[in-house]
């Protein structure tokens, strides 16, 4: 999709729907294999883009996802991170960087930019991507998602929360999670409640 100057407008995905089943290679474990989204199905899926490779504010974001890997494994989920780095790149920095080396979950390599595009996060005039999270549940539905710019971190402890939340509400039909809430806190159930009151 294209502007009135002719700029190319990427579509987010919408809330709900699944994103297309595209291949990619992952490096994973010091191999590079194939995978589609569908290999991740039946479990909570964090994809997290990122620009590229040996930059400044990426390592500091995939390293804390790998301090807090267990943490979502014990949720059930699996997280892939993104770039529009090739597989042989990602070795390459896996094998360099000392916070890179700690990662246990697999990255994805999108050269083309194709899952970039996908999820509406891949920068045209650069080839690279924004910070994008997005979460789909287990049936690859898209849970939820947040995009920052390229020079603002992310926080994993909100991710995390955030995938508390949702994980709670798909298990609790008919029950909301309000602001800050943290699992073992009051929900509300909408009709029942009283705006305001938990």
Not at 27 to 46: A, C, M, P, R
Not at 130 to 157: K, W, Y
């Amino acid at each position: 999709m294209q502007n009135e100057t002719g700029q190319m407008i990427n579509k987010l995905p919408i809330i709900g729907q699944k994103p297309a089943n595209l291949e990619f290679n992952v490096f994973h474990q010091n191999k590079i294999t194939k995978k589609k989204l569908s290999d991740y199905e039946g479990k909570w899926l964090v994809l997290f883009f990122y620009p590229a490779d040996f930059t400044f504010v990426c390592p500091t974001e995939l390293e804390e996802m790998a301090n807090n890997y267990d943490k979502f494994q014990k949720l059930g989920a699996e997280i892939i991170s993104v770039s529009t780095d090739t597989a042989f790149v990602h070795k390459a920095w896996h094998d360099n960087s000392p916070a890179i080396k700690k990662i246990n979950f697999p990255m994805a390599a999108d050269p083309t930019g194709a899952l970039c595009k996908e999820f509406g996060v891949y920068i045209n005039s650069e080839g690279l991507s924004l910070r994008g999270t997005f979460v789909l549940n287990p049936q690859s539905e898209l849970a939820f998602f947040e995009v920052n710019n390229n020079d603002i971190g992310r926080n994993v402890e909100e991710l995390i929360r955030k995938l508390e939340a949702a994980i709670f509400v798909k298990a609790n039909a008919g029950l909301v999670c309000p602001a800050s809430w943290q699992p073992g806190k009051p929900t509300l159930k909408p009709g029942v409640d009283l705006i305001g009151k938990i």
